[in-house]
């Protein structure tokens, strides 16, 4: 298969820099199309990925999956993009098709698998995929969002991870006006949840171990915000849906439990590394549920994106340069970012 070479920002090895590296990328097939990057967001995934805290790690890496950009070419059968579109990718750049999730609209439960836009078997090249962390990619036109004309696109990037994360399981148990939900953790999902939620029409309310997050967290929308160290200020929760929990460290989730109404559900979209601790009782009283939830399928980003698009919702982020991505890196290790980091690799180019 005939190739071409990109530009990327990339490292060999969880203690190595970021610096500029060439990959490649396919020539384009019929159903593909090629899309000049402009912005990447860098999520808590990219930093979990490169210091290869799950494991399976595959150097070099070159993340990145809040991915916004321009079409530049399109395969001979693509018939949803034209040169010249703004377009989008975010997680999923491949799966089977032909499951019964794929069916669904959810390619994120692909009974055979999906592909990761980046440090994944890369079907056509052999060897893995590269993120966005660079100046072009090509993928299948089927996996590519539309971005509208209307839209702050540095900002919107993070919808691509951030939004899905938080608009799929908020849409599924069916959050709206009288629901009340609580969100763990103000970072990067749990800022766009609260303004999510809000759009939905539910009462939010914020839990954070950060007194300086309080007036954060009702600046972005929340209805109320609750110091989750002070024991009497939990002690009082009570009557929630849905509590959305984003945190990506070890926590104790049974006092939340505890908050939910009957039939409640708490769900995680953090990723800890650590398992985390349930007691039955916590679940079983109240016949409450504890819940997963994992990005969304590609007919949904879409919705997320219009949804946003829609309500005016967008990220708050630090723009930043590729040759400040190392210093993002250490200072996201660190919770230091309001709310998301995101590349300017269109000034790069200049």
Aim: negative net charge; proline residues 3%.
């Amino acid at each position: 298969m005939e190739t071409f070479k990109v530009k990327a920002y990339g490292t060999e090895a969880a203690d190595a820099p970021f610096h500029n590296i060439e990959i490649k990328r396919r020539n384009l097939l019929p159903d593909d199309v090629e899309i000049d990057i402009l912005y990447c967001g860098i999520c808590h995934s990219d930093l979990h990925a490169v210091k290869n805290d799950w494991g399976g790690t595959i150097y070099p890496i070159v993340p990145g999956h809040e991915i916004v950009g321009r079409i530049t070419q399109v395969g001979t059968e693509v018939t949803k993009f034209k040169v010249g579109d703004l377009a989008a990718i975010g997680c999923i750049v491949d799966s089977c098709g032909h499951c019964h999730q794929c069916d669904n609209g959810e390619e994120q439960f692909c009974e055979k698998g999906w592909t990761v836009v980046f440090n994944a078997p890369d079907k056509v090249l052999g060897g893995q995929t590269y993120g966005g962390f660079s100046e072009k990619i090509v993928a299948k036109a089927n996996y590519v969002l539309k971005m509208p004309e209307n839209i702050d696109l540095a900002a919107s990037a993070p919808i691509l991870c951030a939004g899905i994360t938080v608009y799929s399981p908020l849409k599924h148990w069916k959050i709206g006006a009288g629901t009340k939900v609580g969100i763990i953790g103000i970072g990067g999902l749990g800022h766009m949840a609260i303004k999510i939620a809000k759009a939905m029409g539910a009462y939010v309310v914020v839990f954070t171990t950060s007194t300086s997050k309080i007036d954060d967290a009702k600046k972005l929308g929340a209805d109320e915000a609750v110091l989750s160290t002070d024991k009497a200020q939990m002690k009082a929760q009570a009557g929630f849906d849905m509590i959305l929990d984003t945190v990506s460290a070890k926590h104790d989730v049974n006092t939340y439990l505890n908050a939910l109404k009957v039939d409640g559900s708490l769900v995680l979209v953090g990723l800890p590394n650590q398992p985390l601790e349930i007691g039955a009782f916590n679940v079983v009283n109240g016949r409450k549920s504890f819940s997963g939830s994992n990005i969304g399928g590609i007919a949904e980003t879409q919705e997320v994106i219009d949804f946003c698009a829609s309500h005016n919702i967008t990220a708050d982020i630090e723009l930043i340069t590729v040759d400040q991505i190392n210093e993002a890196f250490e200072r996201l290790e660190k919770g230091d970012v309001k709310y998301r980091f995101v590349i300017d690799i269109a000034a790069s180019k200049k």
